[in-house]
DNA sequence: GAAGCTATTGGACGAACGCCCAAGGAGTCA
DNA sequence: TGACTCCTTGGGCGTTCGTCCAATAGCTTC
């Protein structure tokens, strides 16, 4: 059963990522101890430090990776099958699928606030950051959307911190913010979106 | 130089709850230890435990505090004197005068993702969250906002989440996404402001 | 001055922490 | 089979953690 032997620590050490994204969520950045870690990915704790250098590297890659992973299904690159649907619908559809209080949303937060005390981190997050907001931004701006760039990160922005105010507040739905949000797309402005896509 | 029996201790009490809102944005929530706490606040560690029955009980009075003096100070319920500035410029003020890195603003993170993991927390910082988003509401309706319960709590999460952002992208000034913020604010919509101040 | 009270000190307690390492299991190749 | 490599185990190291407490200081009241 078990793989071979290049592989085998290969799935310890996924094993180990998966296990710290989720504690980071539930018990918080520097509340993620290296026993806890490794009783959750039920290994031996002396393996944490075999495969990683360092716990803070450990949750620095963990994160990342796993904010990489949400990213990459909760927002493609290209929308999915069945036509683009309306981007700020699709980007506020994130909302309804995160509760605001669950180790997905809170990650991120986490990550955020960990961020201000790790350069590394805070370099690899910032990086993160403006990928997304770039991509949101050129897909305002197909839709002639003014100043795309400021939009996008407010948006971004206003995504994250209704992640924050809806553990306090449930009403913050996607449903009730969206029409509000919405005033924040301009459709008299700039040119129309082309009719055949680029690509 | 001692003050009274009564109030020396009132004192020291004091000195501890403005060492932890410190610490907190520092160091993050679970990072305040009690001996740190006692060193910064110049007091015997032996002392945490006497004025406060335990760590987290302490954490949650010095944030709650410190919040509360935040918001009184950033945003009054009566604008101060010469008369009141634009809603939203007001509003935007506070993103310049803090840095989204300083123990202030971190404070406040912290707070919220606390909160998720201590109920008591909770409950206290939503009572907080809702008297700030009916007063900023109520001074929206004053200008003819529509949806002006929810226009404020999106105002209000978007501040938070420029705060969360701000960090990585020091781009977010006030001056740079004032005007796009600026949209959610409705002019068309309902009444006017009236010509007099209520009060 | 004695009694009584609050405030304060500094250290003890067991538990948990990050990190490290000697020892051994398990697979591959000569 | 023996050498070699990678992976894993379980516990030891010194430090720090939250909490508690006996002893003491400073002040108020008799």
Redesign the interface.
Known sequence: MAAQAPERGGEVRRRLLEAAALLIGE?????VSTRVLAERAGVAPGLVHYHFHSLPALLREAAITAMRGVLAEAAPPRPGPGGAPDVLDAFLSVLDRYS??DPGS?LF??A??????DGEL?AE??GL??QV?DALAARLAEAGQA?PE??A??L???????F??R???P??TAA??G???R??I?TDGGAEAPEGEPA
Chains 1, 2 share one sequence.
Not at 27 to 31: N, P, Q, V, Y
Not at 112 to 117: I, M, P, S
């Open positions: 018990r918080g950045w520097t509340a605001g209080d809170l937060i986490e955020y606030l960990a961020a201000t005390r805070r997050l910032a950051l403006a907001r100043e400021t939009t990160s407010v971004a922005a206003a995504l994250d911190g209704l924050l105010h553990a306090l507040n009403e913050l009730a913010v029409p509000v949000l005033r924040l301009t």
